[in-house]
């Protein structure tokens, strides 16, 4: 939080007008309460309201907008919930006694020597007390303004995933060009009666062409050693087809076999050189497949067909929206009327992403779990704070010999130690992050049985 940022001051006015309100209010109740109708009786009233106001008003709301600076109330709650308790109680104890030793030394000419004895240290505890229990009220106030901020985030974030999903299903149904299996079909019937052996040989690569095609369906990314292989048995397809019209080069051996691309994202680029360009024996179409500064590049000549019309580029921007799925690194497309040039993304360890994402996601669903539990926390918080006060004030006020207040502090006290435990889920006995790294120990474990099995 910074002074130069307009926010922070459109804030703080906000925050002193609530202060001046809410001690315009106390000052009014107190002076009719204490029969103070003086100049000088109301002067003192408002005083003392405006110190307990602005000093722990004021101070707690400065110190909860700085520690919300620090630390995210959903992504480090529990860090955000121990800096706000251990804060808060330094800073409300020590603003308690100084406005203590003002009112009650200063202004009510009080001996030093009784300021924490007798009367006075009830007084001291339950101020203390009921600020704590005012200041928890605002933390668990601030937590839910960005708790609801971050699952409206989290909805908007589920449902853009949820039409990606559904564009990566379109994508895929897409893939596969109807002109390309109907001249293919057309091609394996002029073979059969032309030449059986190669309509054997065609069959039999258009087979796994499409075999291929519905193992990759869910995968995000496959080797590129994969999709070369693919690439070279789909080319022999588009041979066999075109004769001598079409020559490729596309490589037997990667520079490294963790490598991975989009799959099935060379078909549609081979298919769309074909389809835009002119394939013939007097004009054959040269298609280069190569690496080149960690991209794979895949190069044809450009003979544009005449009555193909203006291209509509849905099979590239097929390509470029599923790279943008999972990737930074966009696709680059390059074309200077001679060559036509489209550069890949070579990605690795897709894998690692997706098991981030399911962990990701399993952390969203636990924090959703806690919130009911962090809600009923901070309920049951600012209900100690606020209920424990006037149970010493009644024993105070009706039986004194007996201090039984110590009973409910202690025995409620212990019982929501133990629900700020289970809902940190105890982690200060275990360590930080240990239920992450319980899950990731479990998911490799299952991922290595599934390897094995």
């Known amino acids: 939080m910074t002074t130069s940022n307009p926010t922070f001051f459109t804030k703080l006015k906000k925050d002193i007008f609530i202060c001046i309100k809410l001690t315009v209010i106390m000052a009014v109740i107190f002076v009719i309460i204490n ?3 003086t100049l000088k009786g109301m002067g003192l009233v408002f005083l003392i309201s405006a110190m307990y106001s602005f000093t722990l008003g004021l101070g707690n709301g400065l110190i909860n907008d700085f520690l919300n600076t620090k630390w995210d109330w959903v992504t480090e709650t529990n860090e955000r919930v121990w800096a706000g308790i251990i804060t808060t109680t330094i800073y409300t104890v020590i603003a308690v006694l100084i406005i203590h030793y003002v009112q009650y030394i200063v202004i009510f000419d009080n001996s030093f020597e009784d300021f924490f004895s007798g009367y006075l240290i009830w007084v001291h505890l339950f101020a203390i007390i009921f600020s704590l229990g005012v200041a928890a009220f605002f933390h668990a106030r601030g937590f839910m303004i960005n708790w609801k901020s971050a699952m409206t985030q989290e909805t908007t974030k589920q ?9 990566k299903f379109e994508s895929l149904k897409s893939q596969l060009d109807p002109h390309f299996l109907f001249n293919s079909l057309n091609v394996l019937t002029s073979l059969i009666g032309e030449n ?3 309509a054997e040989k065609f069959t039999t690569k258009l087979s796994k062409v ?14 590129i050693l994969e999709e070369l292989t693919f690439a070279k048995t ?20 990667v520079s490294n076999k963790d490598l991975k691309i989009v799959p099935l994202s060379l078909q549609l680029l081979l298919e769309n050189a074909v389809k835009h360009n002119v394939v013939s024996s007097s004009k054959p179409l040269t298609i280069n497949i190569y690496e080149e500064n960690n991209y794979l590049i895949i190069e044809n000549n450009i003979n544009p067909k005449e009555a193909i019309g203006k291209s509509t580029k849905v099979g590239l921007q097929n390509i470029a929206d599923r790279y943008g799925l999972i990737t930074q690194r966009g696709v680059k497309i390059e074309n200077n009327n001679k060559t036509f040039k489209v550069s890949l993304p070579l990605l690795y360890k897709m894998n690692d992403i997706m098991y981030t994402d399911d962990l990701e996601n399993n952390k969203y669903v636990k924090a959703v779990e806690r919130v009911e539990k962090l809600k009923e926390f901070y309920q049951n918080l ?22 039984w ?14 629900h700020f435990l289970e809902v940190n889920n105890y982690n200060i006995f275990l360590g930080r992050n240990w239920e992450d790294k319980k899950i990731k120990e479990l998911m490799d474990k299952e991922n290595n049985h599934k390897q094995y099995r």
């Not at 499409?210 to 080797?223: H, I, M, S, T």
């Not at 789909?234 to 051996?253: C, K, S």
């Open 210 to 223: 499409y075999r291929y095609v519905l193992e990759q369906r869910n995968k995000d990314l496959v080797p």
């Open 35 to 37: 029969q103070q109708f």
């Open 405 to 418: 207040f110590w009973f409910p502090i202690f025995g409620w006290g212990m019982g929501l130690a133990f």
């Open 196 to 198: 059986p052996n190669q």
């Open 382 to 403: 600012a209900s100690y704070c606020i209920v424990i006060p006037f149970l010493i004030f009644i024993n105070l006020r009706f039986s004194p010999g007996f201090h």
């Open 234 to 253: 789909y080319m022999q397809l588009l041979g066999m087809r075109f004769e001598d019209a079409v020559e490729f080069n596309i490589p037997d051996t």
């Open 159 to 167: 449902e853009i995933v949820a039409k990606t999903e559904t564009a």
